[in-house]
């Protein structure tokens, strides 16, 4: 039961993304700004999809602690704390890949990096909970 909802967790998380960027690169954007805001949004549901998959994490962790012998909080803080460093570290780095681009473009640029984070982040979640579920 554990490995199909691990499967369906990733499915959806494969799935999400991929049509809310054809969303946006089909439209007819009337300006920059309209297109950036459409990347934002995007940005947000991924961002949403990060935490998501964060909480399963904390769930299989949470189960994983129950395992007889298993020492308390074992991993809860640092996964808690790993998760507030790469955040904040993401953040920084997509505002300066952004940044260094000096122009209109920097907006794209801080966008598609955030994006492709929370992509390879998620996959990364979904390893721990694979890890934990074991």
Known sequence: MRRY?????WGITASGPV??????????FNSH???IDCEIKQTQLKSLEVKRV???VMAAN???EKIPGTAPNLFTASLRDDQKQW???VAED????GELT???????VEQDCLQDAYSQRIKVLQQMIQTLAL
């Open 94 to 97: 997509c505002r300066l890949q």
């Open 19 to 28: 049509s809310a960027q054809q969303v946006c690169d089909s439209q007819n």
């Open 62 to 64: 949470a189960r994983f």
């Open 54 to 56: 964060f909480d399963a």
């Open 87 to 89: 955040r904040a570290w």
């Open 5 to 9: 909802a691990v499967i369906l967790l």
């Open 102 to 108: 000096m122009g209109t473009a920097g907006a794209d």
């Open 33 to 35: 700004a309209a297109q």
